[in-house]
């Protein structure tokens, strides 16, 4: 996925982009420990789950097939605690996990590709969450942009040279996987010295809020309300 159609997807003008990005981060942490402290969740909880963020994108306008298909990538990093589960023979909950985690994976991509992540960021400050966190999650975001480009550019120099999947490929992707990483941390240290350059004091600019609307406070009313209804259910 490129930079820039993550950044159009969170600079649209729907419902969800104008609400307040302190409203979706309570918000999304609402939902977040809700669907955590649900030890179990029966299919009509996890149903209920996923009718409110499809729900949620329609409403944002963004492309709700390729939202939930880039949701699928946190699949995998579960996926290996889910099969040692199913393996001891707690199928429960192996599927418990692996559908809360897919479920959180989705509500925190939705939130982030409605909202640029400077609001975001920005929300945190709010917050007072730790300065470090909040630095770090830019630059992995934007560091993780910078990894996708290159690795896009190593694929069409592999296509443009006749390259085909194969044994030799396989050999060579350790290789790839190498200078990819160079390159990506080459780039890295080009953007840092950019910014020492520019006086760069430690901290990023954060844009300052307004108050709260009613639409807010109604929006922020509904998550808590989902959130301890989603237990009753």
């Known amino acids: 996925m490129r930079h820039t159609t993550f950044a159009q997807w969170s600079s649209g003008d729907s419902f969800v982009h104008a609400l307040d990005p302190r409203v979706k981060l309570v918000s999304l942490a609402c939902f ?38 880039i949701s699928l990538l946190s699949v995998p990093f579960v996926g290996f605690f889910a099969i040692v589960l199913y393996l001891s023979g707690d199928a429960q ?16 991509l939705v939130v982030t ?12 400050h709010y ?24 690795a896009h550019g190593m694929q069409t120099a592999f296509r443009s040279r006749a390259g085909r999947p194969g044994i030799r490929a396989l050999h060579a992707s350790s290789g790839m996987i190498a200078v990819l990483f160079g390159r990506s941390y080459n780039k890295a240290s080009m953007v840092h010295q950019a910014m020492l350059g520019r006086c760069f004091s430690g901290r990023f600019p954060a844009p300052s809020f307004s108050g709260l609307h009613l639409l807010d406070f109604a929006v922020l009313a509904g998550s808590v309300l989902f959130a301890w209804g989603l237990h009753l259910i």
């Not at 590709?113 to 945190?124: D, Q, W």
Request: with cysteine; aromatic share 10%; proline share 7%.
């Open 93 to 108: 909950r192996a599927w418990a996990v692996l559908a809360k985690s897919y479920l959180s994976a989705l509500s925190v």
């Open 127 to 150: 917050f007072r969450m730790p300065e470090l966190l909040l630095q770090v999650t830019q630059l992995i975001y934007r560091y993780f942009f910078v990894v996708s480009r290159q």
């Open 113 to 124: 590709a409605s909202t640029p992540l400077a609001r975001l960021v920005a929300a945190g």
């Open 32 to 69: 977040v420990v809700a669907l955590a402290l649900v030890p179990y969740p029966s299919p009509i909880q996890l149903g209920a789950c996923l009718l409110l963020l499809l729900a949620v994108v329609l409403l944002a306008r963004l492309p709700a097939l390729h939202i939930f298909q």
